[in-house]
């Protein structure tokens, strides 16, 4: 796989219980003037799952650390359910908002 990176959002990859951030110090997209962009390359595996994140979801989590929250909450999946993977994700988001986000 190759990712080509421009903005700060995070991708994750999960490998079972072993998760890997991506990210880039970037600033967004639109803030870019070189159009430098970070360029990584991943060998996947069968059962590994690729899950990108808009900037919005990390920066609201309301954590310290939320990059570390993410991937908290990536380990402790226990589907390899794409749409299950989905809902967990949001479901475990939104518990970490509390009252401040309902679910949609």
């Not at 999960?14 to 991943?42: A, W």
């Not at 989590?61 to 994700?89: C, F, G, W, Y």
Request: hydrophobic share 35%; proline share 3%.
């Amino acid at each position: 796989m190759r990712i080509y990176k421009i903005g700060a959002s995070a991708t994750f990859i999960k490998r079972g219980s072993q998760i890997e951030c991506i990210t880039g110090d970037d600033p967004p997209v639109g803030v870019l003037e070189n159009g430098y962009s970070l360029r990584i390359r991943r060998k996947l595996e069968n059962g590994d799952f690729v899950i990108m994140v808009s900037d919005g979801v990390l920066d609201h989590l309301h954590v310290k650390d939320a990059r570390e929250a993410m991937t908290d909450i990536l380990r402790s999946l226990d589907t390899k359910n794409p749409d299950q993977m989905a809902k967990q994700i949001l479901e475990r988001i939104c518990s970490l908002q509390g009252d401040r986000q309902k679910m949609i």
